[in-house]
């Protein structure tokens, strides 16, 4: 079946540009998370959706990002006024409600390619 | 400071070679997952293995876990050109009241596999 989409794959944009990325997650999937992962660099977790629940927003690194998730489905991570150090992939990833532990989150995570983007 | 860290940072092995990865973590874990990642893009899932499992196998993946020590291993063994690629390692937050969704990773082996 489909897996995680992101759109765009490539984003340049000039400083100070509010920017939009989108994910689409796997059908069925309930909960959907945001990660960025700059240069050489590991994953940082950004966001959380789980169904209906107040989304967990512990990592966004300021007030210029923010998250929604429309419908239970798709998501757009929206960073306000661009700056360069936000230059990194932004990986969207979803996971079924309850995994074969029963235990809500806490299992696989299926990722989508990400988008890159830059900021001149 | 990082939950996960793996180690080599880089790896460079002939093809038909076995390429052993280490990662450490600092906290308690409900699990701890492999992922691939190719040319830096999305990442593949290739392996969860749960903190009352000490090995776990698929295919030419091995994967140990050991708890008091709080390290695990990732073994490919036959390697391949395509293997080549970053390798993450992933835990959750286990009982160290934290949640059990948020993944922290790692920075990764890249491990180079030369025909």
């Known amino acids: 079946g489909a897996g995680v989409s992101q759109s765009p794959s490539n984003k340049v944009t000039e400083k100070g540009k509010d920017v939009e990325l989108r994910c689409d997650p796997i059908?069925?999937?309930?909960?959907l998370y945001w990660y960025r992962q700059s240069l050489g660099q590991g994953l940082e977790f950004l966001i959380y959706?789980?169904?209906?629940?107040?989304?967990?927003k512990s990592g966004l690194p300021s007030d210029r990002f923010s998250a929604e998730r429309t419908g239970g489905s798709v998501s757009t991570l929206t960073i306000q006024r661009t700056q360069q150090e936000d230059s990194a992939v932004y990986l969207c990833?979803?996971?079924?409600?309850?995994?074969?532990?029963?235990?809500?989150?806490?299992?696989?995570?299926?990722f989508g390619p990400g988008t890159r983007l830059t900021v001149l | 400071s990082q939950q996960g860290e793996e180690d080599p940072q880089a790896l460079s092995i002939q093809e038909g070679e076995n390429a052993t990865m280490n990662c450490s973590y600092k906290?308690?874990?409900?699990?701890l997952q492999w992922y691939r990642q190719n040319s830096g893009r999305g990442l593949v899932h290739l392996i969860l293995?749960?903190?009352?499992?000490r090995e776990k196998h698929s295919g030419r993946l091995r994967v140990t876990l050991d708890t008091s020590k709080k390290s695990s291993s990732l073994l490919i063994t036959a390697s391949r050109a395509a293997d080549t690629a970053s390798y993450f390692c992933?835990?959750?937050?286990?009982?160290?009241?934290?949640?059990?969704?948020?993944?922290?990773f790692g920075k990764g082996t890249l491990l180079t596999v030369n025909p």
């Open positions: 990833a979803s996971s079924p409600e309850t995994g074969t532990s029963g235990r809500i989150g806490g299992d696989t995570q299926y």
């Open positions: 059908s069925g999937h309930t909960a």
């Open positions: 959706f789980q169904g209906n629940s107040a989304p967990d």
């Open positions: 906290t308690s874990i409900n699990n």
């Open positions: 293995i749960r903190s009352n499992e």
């Open positions: 992933a835990t959750d937050a286990g009982n160290s009241g934290g949640s059990n969704y948020k993944l922290t």
